[in-house]
């Protein structure tokens, strides 16, 4: 499975749920596939994506909270799935896309391949770990953490690519990006 997949996978499947998406090419790829404002997009924090999902899944326990991560930007600040384990957010869907790279910046390796992620995840408390490796697998699995009580993780092996220059960059300055995120937010919670 390559990066495209995986995310178009994920943009398949999401309704009203929040997304926050680590920066780079991840968010990158959000952005082209399917931009709508309940994707938050971090541009040039590495490592937050994460800590910024938790709190929202803190603050808003009615809203499902999809954090679409790289393995670099875990393990930038990997004290976050020890607070995820410690508060156990139910809303809260952790998927890292482990392609074993910094893609953003000339595929130099990070490293994912003597860092076992799920087994991190498992021992910090994540009630719900998975690693898949293959596209109807990861589909099957987001499907059914999206209708489960989590927090989940999930770990997607995919491959390196080169595909990073391709790609646009989002069109939203960060302020119009956390604009657009409230408002999604705020009219949701008018329409309850």
Known sequence: MKMTQAVRTVMRQLGNELLVT????ISREAFSLKDRSENFYMIGSMGLASSIALGLALNRPERKVVILDGDG??????????QVGALLPKNLIHIVLDNGVYGSTGNQPTISSQVRLENI??????PVVVKVTERGAFETTLKRCLKTS???FMLAKIKPDNMADSLGRVAHGPLEIKKRFMDSIDREERHR
């Open 150 to 152: 989590g927090p989940s």
């Open 121 to 126: 995840a498992k021992s910090s408390g994540y």
């Open 22 to 25: 680590a920066n780079g090419r």
């Open 73 to 82: 930007n875990l393990l930038m600040g990997l004290g976050i799935l020890a």
